[in-house]
């Protein structure tokens, strides 16, 4: 039988649960409207971090890897950021040069970009998630691939390099790893035609972001589940690799620039090659359309936030 204080508990508890659901939000991606045209989505966004929030819970909140948001932040505690502490959200994104179907996945980028049509209207549109690729020695690959089928609930048949490489570290790996907290692989996998290869959660969400899977692509558990839903089979997968990124919007001209796979930032001679010959493949040159010293600081940032560093000269829009 509820009594009055049974009542009272609940809708305290209740409200707190309402509360913590405001406070930490389930992130589903970001989702904008495309078309063939569309270079740069997004804007750089400004957060103020909570007393208890860490800059991983956040980078989890806003759809980023933890190690993006450190990098645009590099003067903010990881652990304890501080209640009021000004964080920069870099969700400003130049889409990857070339592919617009599918599954777009840029290594260097550590993102996977999704372009599908809205269900309900028919509306073009791309959703980006943060991704963890292979660490160094464990590349992720290059190249194109097909989703063959989706599990719920994987269970993990490891290799043996896989299962080499974990004894290096003493540490003892199983042939089979049956679905559990302890599958590195979490709740969801889409399986590719490429021998070996998944996208899949994670039962370590700290993970995404950085190079440190086997190879596969890993996602936050809730961004993984809403890809299963989401992506038909036969779909299309191309894994590229482009540190230095350049696109227009509303006549301004966007960079970004971020570590090559060794983690080495770009050479300033190597982004200005890239600039130029990007700039040159649509009849512009830098002296007209691009400010060196925004690219100067830009280089010395280190930081991967995108920036405006030029404008379209009349008659190149």
């Known amino acids: 039988m509820l009594t009055a204080r049974s009542i009272q508990t609940f809708g305290s508890l209740l409200a707190l649960a ?21 270079e740069v989505v997004g804007a750089l966004e400004i957060e103020f971090a909570r007393r ?8 989890r909140w806003l759809s980023l890897g933890h190690y993006e948001l450190r990098r645009a932040n590099p003067s903010v505690d990881l652990w304890q950021p501080g209640e009021g502490t000004r964080v920069l959200i870099p969700a400003l994104f130049v889409l990857p040069e070339g592919h617009r179907d599918g599954i777009v996945i840029n290594r260097a980028e550590k993102r996977l970009y999704y372009f599908h049509d809205d269900p309900d209207t028919g509306e073009r549109q791309v959703t980006t998630y943060p991704i963890g690729i292979g660490k160094q020695g464990r590349e992720t690959p290059l190249g194109s691939a097909r989703v063959v089928t989706k599990l719920d609930n994987p269970t993990w048949y490891p ?38 290869y998944l996208l899949h959660g994670t039962n370590r969400p700290d993970g995404v972001g950085m190079r440190v899977s086997q190879g596969c692509v890993r996602l936050y558990p809730e961004h ?49 090659a890239k600039v130029e010959d990007w700039l040159a493949s649509r009849g512009m040159t830098a002296s007209e359309a691009v400010d060196s010293e925004s690219i100067d600081r830009l280089i010395r940032a280190a930081d991967g936030v995108t920036q405006a560093v030029g404008r379209v000269p009349n008659g190149n829009g």
């Open 159 to 196: 290799t043996q390099g896989v299962i080499d490489d974990y004894a290096r570290q003493g540490r003892s790996l199983a042939r089979v790893v049956p679905p559990g907290p302890d599958n590195p692989l979490g709740a969801h996998a889409i399986v590719l035609d490429l021998p070996g």
């Open 52 to 59: 208890t929030d860490t800059l991983m819970d956040i980078a």
């Open 18 to 38: 309402t509360l913590l659901s405001a406070i930490h939000p389930v992130a589903h991606g970001r989702t904008w409207p495309v078309d063939d045209d569309t």
């Open 224 to 272: 993984i589940r809403d890809l299963v839903a989401a992506v038909p089979l036969g779909t299309e997968v191309h894994f590229v690799d482009q540190p230095i990124q350049l696109g227009v919007r509303a006549e301004k001209i966007y960079l970004r620039v971020l570590p090559d796979a060794e983690g080495q930032m770009p050479a300033r001679a190597a982004v200005m």
